[in-house]
């Protein structure tokens, strides 16, 4: 969290998605882990016992936004819960639907209550991290990403009128997360990646959202890339209220990234989330290197992997490898001071 | 103008999402006594050649391919008023995205495209168990399947689908196209999944299910 905030540390920070491997180290099914408060914090507290990453994460499950709107979820035994339908067909359905609260909806009460736990026993400790999805991408969770494009493409003026509509539901949203004790939220804002949508529609239809509901949500935030690539907008996001740093994709430079930052923004990646699971653990340990080599000296770096929840099939010594050589260059470093 | 100036014109229109301004321009080119056959194979098919050599630069967005799609469509609309009454096809391929995987918009592109480039799409839609991917191939006699997945963990199913032909003894008769981001990321995934092929882009799925259906043809030695 120091390092987020611009504080001094002590050794270089390592940060890794690891919201549904909890399941795997203490051996309950997804589906129980992301629907059972106490369930989803044991998950948290055996992937800190087991690696000592430095943060624990509230459900990272978008899944529970999508209900609160009618819709309908895929289990999967492998991987994070899916959107399978949205509950709402259209923009302009969307538009007259109520907006949920949080506390009293299932699934973001259940998220709720796992971050109320998580602070019970971390705050202080380790940073908590909470995930949302940013009020431009947000819509989509609604009436389905396809229909939120064609919307976005072909009805411009519905297209901001939903996101007015639920601009609030995101900011309400935010403040929940930090009222349970979320000390920073990772924003994942999928219409910043470039792989989305080009760099003018960001700029012109999605960057206001950012910057307006930013203003009303008091804690430190992060911007995320949602695992495509964000460096083609990085000059656009220094006036964004409580923005402490920008999650960078795999397959963006660090080295540009830093110069569009600036020198004090946090950078934030940028392990390939793919190769954690296929390749071995002195390669993930060479790729970590890497990352740190090209944005370590210059400050503000936490490495990570560069996208949504590391696949299940990782096996351990791989994230191991991670911390092993945030470890070994934190100590070179201060070994040549 | 020419077929190959319409062309350029439309591809600007793609790449600006200009669906009316496409739209506007199709009707032009045919007043001006481009047959829609000619509208489709000069103007259409060569615009978007160069948009998926675009997508491999890059430089497009998925919201510019979904606009793409959509001005295809409409052109494939507009120039083929009735498929039905089409007797010369290119043959049937069966779409879906593979068990446990829900994200269609790559899916659907892929239709559209192979739709304007002459094939009898069968789009089974999302999430769909190898078993019914199989069934359809052979009901509708398609030459190819093409299982669509996003992330890791579902273009593993695929394997499913690929143990399921091979069993069935259909290795030969039905190939294999797999497709879907993480197959461009990780183009090692083709194989390990079992697949026969994949494209990059929707734009590319006409040449790739054009070589898997020659290599059926070639091994049934059908001329």
Not at chain 1, 103 to 111: F, I, N, P, R
Not at chain 1, 164 to 177: E, I, Q, R
Not at chain 1, 233 to 239: I, P, V
Not at chain 1, 292 to 313: E, Q, V
Request: glycine residues 8%.
């Amino acid at each position: 969290m120091a390092t987020l905030m611009g504080q001094p540390v002590d050794r270089l920070p390592v940060f890794a998605v690891l919201g549904a491997y909890g399941a795997k180290l203490t051996g309950v099914n997804l589906r129980t882990l992301y629907s059972d408060a106490a369930a989803y914090s044991a998950g948290q507290e055996a992937v800190l016992q087991t690696f000592g990453f430095d943060l624990v994460m509230t459900p990272f499950i978008y899944t529970a936004i999508s209900e609160a709107f009618g819709g309908e979820t895929a289990w999967s035994e492998s991987q994070a819960p899916n959107m399978k339908r949205p509950g709402i067909k259209t923009a302009a359905a969307a538009l007259l639907h109520p907006l949920p609260n949080p506390e009293q909806t299932a699934g973001l009460s259940v998220v709720l209550e796992a971050t109320r736990r998580l602070a019970d026993r971390y705050k202080e400790q380790v940073p908590i991290i909470a995930v949302l999805p940013g009020p431009g991408i947000m819509p989509s969770l609604i009436i389905g990403l396809e229909q939120w494009i064609e919307t976005v493409m072909f009805e411009e003026e519905l297209a901001g009128r939903l996101l007015d509509h639920t601009a609030p539901f995101f900011v309400s949203w935010a403040n929940a997360l930090l009222a349970a004790g979320a000390d920073c939220l990772v924003v994942t804002e999928g219409t910043a990646a470039a792989e989305i949508a080009p760099r003018s529609l960001f700029a012109e239809r999605f960057l206001p959202y950012l910057t307006t509901t930013f203003t009303q949500i008091s804690g430190p935030k992060v911007l995320h890339q949602t695992g495509g690539r964000i460096t083609h907008n990085l000059d656009l996001f220094s006036g964004l209220a409580g923005l402490v740093g920008v999650a960078v994709g795999s397959r963006d430079d660090l080295s540009e990234a830093r110069r569009l930052i600036g020198p004090d923004m946090n950078l934030i990646g940028n392990l390939d989330n793919l190769s954690l699971p296929a390749l071995s653990a002195g390669q993930i340990s060479e790729m970590s290197r890497s990352c740190l080599d090209a944005a370590a000296p210059s400050g503000h770096y936490i490495l990570s992997n560069a996208g949504a929840d590391i696949p299940l099939t990782t096996p351990p010594e791989n994230l191991r490898a991670m911390l092993s050589a945030a470890a070994d260059y934190s100590a070179e470093i201060s070994g040549n001071r | 103008m020419k077929p190959h100036e319409w062309s350029e014109q439309l591809l600007d229109a793609m790449i600006n999402a200009d669906r009316s301004g496409a739209a506007e321009l199709i009707g032009n080119a045919l007043a001006n006594g481009i047959e829609p056959q000619q509208v489709i194979a000069e103007v259409l098919d060569p615009a978007i050649v160069r948009l998926g050599h675009l997508w491999e630069k890059e430089t497009m967005s998925l919201a510019q391919n979904f606009v793409a799609s959509k001005i295809a469509e409409d052109t494939l609309l507009r120039c083929v008023p009735d498929k039905t009454d089409s007797l010369c096809t290119k043959g049937a391929i069966v779409l879906g995205n593979i068990e446990d995987d829900f994200h269609s918009l790559g899916r659907k592109a892929v239709g559209l495209f192979l739709s304007a480039a002459g094939w009898d799409v069968y789009d089974l839609g999302n999430d769909v168990p190898a078993e019914e991917l199989l069934e359809k191939a052979i009901e509708v006699n398609a030459c190819a399947i093409g299982a669509s997945a996003m992330m890791q963990t579902t273009a593993l199913n695929i394997r499913k689908l690929r143990q399921l032909i091979d069993e069935r003894g259909l290795t030969d008769r039905i190939k294999l196209a797999v497709g879907g981001a993480v197959f461009n990321w990780r183009p090692e995934l083709v194989s390990e999944v079992g697949g026969d092929g994949t494209a990059n882009n929707a734009v590319g799925a006409d040449e790739l299910f054009m070589r898997l259906q020659a290599e059926v043809m070639n091994r049934q030695g059908t001329p």
